[in-house]
């Protein structure tokens, strides 16, 4: 996510778009950057810090049935690698 719906970016445009290039650098397909709902990047963004805020998947979130969609969490994971 690179912002808090259209009204609060979390990023410049090029920064989300970078976090894209490397996805495709890693070998995975279909990582895009997106607008998003309310997040703690937001105190990051408060304090003039680029962030975006890296999906890893999961379901039923906030409840006992909440699970991670390993794949996914695996992909994030090669994504941070190449930024790094």
Request: proline share 1%; aromatic share 12%; hydrophobic share 35%.
């Amino acid at each position: 996510m690179t912002s808090c719906g259209s009204f609060l970016p979390f990023c410049h445009k090029d920064y989300g778009a970078f976090f894209e290039e490397v996805a495709v650098e890693e070998g995975l397909r279909g990582w895009a950057m997106t607008m998003g709902g309310s997040s703690d990047t937001r105190i990051w963004t408060g304090h003039g810090i680029q962030s975006v805020n890296q999906s890893t998947s999961y379901l039923n979130e906030h409840t006992d049935e909440e699970l991670l969609g390993v794949e996914a969490c695996y992909q994030t994971t090669k994504i941070l690698k190449g930024v790094f």
